[in-house]
Each structure stands twice: as C-alpha cells, then as structure tokens.
C-alpha cells in the first residue's frame, strides 16, 4: 500500500521550494516600493507604449526594481514545479509584509494596531501553507491548452491597451482597473511557467508555447503595474494585483492543472490561503510612496536592502 504524501515540512523537494518561494518574496517585497518610487517620478504616462518603457528604463530605482522582480521570478519558477499554484501565489502575496517590515525598518513608518494584526495573520497563513503543502506535478496539458493561455494573455493585454487610452481625470477606479489586469498578467505569468514542460532538449523550450505566454504576461504586467501606480493610489492598485494574481491562478491551479494540498489538509491550506491574503490586503498601503518618503528612499544606498 502506497503512502500518501508527507507534508511539506518533511519533503525535500517540497522544502527547497518552499524557500525559493519564500525568498521570491524577499526580492518581490522590496522590488515593489523601489518600482513604485521609479514610476512615479518618471512623470505620468498617457498610453501604453515604447515612450513609457524608455522613462522607465531610465529610471535607476525603476530598474533596481526589476532586477529584483527577475530575481524573484526566477525563484517562483523554480517552486511552481514543485509547489501548487494556490501554495506559491499566496507567499508572492506575502511580499507585501516584506514591504512594510522595510518602511517601518528604513523609512520611520510605524504599523497600526489592525496592521501589526496583518503581520502576525499573513505569518499563521504562511505557517498552515507550509504544513499543508505537498510534492506536486501539474497535469500535462495538450498544446492546444498551452495556446489558449497566449490568446487569453493577448486579450487582456488589449483590454490593457483600451483602458489605457482611455482619456480622462485620474481616479481610484484607474487603480483598480489596471492593478486587476496586472495582477492577471502576473498570474498568467506564473500559469504560464505552471504548465511549461520540461523539454527532451533545451531547443525544444521555444516551441512550447507556455514560454511566450510566460513572458508576454510578465512584460505586460510590469507595464500596466506602472501606469496603475501613475494614474492611482499605490494601494488600491497593489490591493488589486494581490487580488488577481491569487485567486485567479488559484482557481485555474485547482481547476485544470490539478493542485492539491496533502491529503487531509484541504481545510488547512483553505484557512492558510486566505488568512496571506487577507492580510497582504491589509497591508497594501506599504506600496505608496509619499513625496517625504521618496526621498528617504533615494538615499538609502542599495546595499543596505535585504537580499533575495
């Protein structure tokens, strides 16, 4: 008789990619405020196009940012082949108090009551996540499957392209709007890297279509984040993106590609889950950048952040 998968505090595997989730929390956390700090003072941006990427470019917060974004997908990649999308999604979330424990850290911000409330919520959810999880393989999907991903990515990425155009006052609904389709091009992104096959040879990689849903919807995602944080408040966006990029993947994880907690752990990882997101949620204020504390930030050197 077979015996059933262990948790993941006892797997190896499972372990090792608990931490590199772990640690591409670290490196989203702090990524997060510097991206923020750099697209806002790259001036706002009326359309989704080559104008905003070389503002951005030129941005070295901006860039510092996204280099410690590539840090920590390449972590998250790396446990979405071990760890169920529902697991590795909600630790991303879990970025967000990386972020605060850093502004109150560097920055002089102290949490409230309901925020320290957040903290200690975020850290039980991960705990239960932790001990819910399980080695897992995402069902192998046909290429059909794999291209239906593409054309799904390309259509937000137009529906992106269309509430970008849009001309009129800045609003809270801007942050709402492009922080939701952000947070799904970030959730497609790590579908994408889900369902991406191990190839028989490394050239086989670029004809799995995975790839370019993998990478279209993170570039996209980055874009349309930093229009987010320039037409809107940082929290409504970043609450949003939370929002999206969890539940969203979340749903497709269990629904199509098979993801499970252990055996018997079904109502533990429920309860994991939303405690992180719930919390994350709570603190997504930490994202905002007010004038006072940009400056603050600009001269922090770059070796006093933590490290992936």
């Given at each position: 008789m077979m015996n059933p998968p262990r948790p993941a505090v006892y797997g190896g595997r499972v372990t090792w990619g608990l931490l590199g989730a772990f640690a591409a929390a670290i490196a989203y956390g702090v990524g997060t405020i510097l991206q923020a700090v750099g697209a806002?003072?790259?001036g706002n941006a009326d359309d989704l196009?080559?104008?905003l990427v070389r503002r951005l470019l030129h941005s070295s917060p901006y860039i510092t940012g996204l280099v410690l974004d590539a840090v920590g997908f390449g972590m998250s990649f790396a446990a979405l082949h071990t760890l169920p999308l529902f697991t590795?999604?909600?630790i991303i979330a879990s970025s967000l108090a990386v972020t605060a424990i850093l502004a109150a850290l560097t920055m002089g911000m102290r949490p409230a009551i309901v925020e320290w409330l957040a903290l200690l919520g975020v850290t039980a959810g991960l705990t239960l996540l932790a001990l819910s999880a399980t080695d897992e393989s995402a069902t192998r999907l046909d290429e059909m499957d794999r291209w239906l991903l593409v054309i799904s990515v390309a259509v937000v990425g137009v529906f992106a392209y269309a509430a970008a155009r849009r001309r009129h006052t800045p609003s809270r609904?801007?942050?709402?709007?492009?922080?939701?389709?952000?947070g799904l091009m970030f959730g497609g992104a790590g579908i994408g890297a889900r369902m991406l096959q191990t190839p028989s040879?490394?050239?086989r990689l670029f004809l799995d279509p995975a790839l370019y849903a993998m990478a279209l919807a993170g570039i996209l995602g980055l874009l349309i984040y930093a229009m987010a944080v320039q037409r809107g408040s940082v929290t409504v966006a970043t609450a949003a993106v939370v929002v999206a990029e969890t539940l969203v993947p979340a749903a497709v994880g269990i629904t199509l590609l098979g993801d499970r907690p252990a055996p018997g752990h079904t109502t533990l990882a429920a309860f994991g889950f939303g405690l992180t997101v719930a919390g994350a949620l709570a603190l997504a204020r930490y994202g905002e950048p007010t004038p006072g504390r940009m400056g603050r930030l600009h001269d922090l050197p770059v070796g006093t952040l933590p490290a992936p």
């Open positions: 806002r003072t790259t196009d080559a104008n590795v999604q909600a609904h801007d942050g709402w709007a492009l922080g939701g389709l952000a040879t490394p050239w």
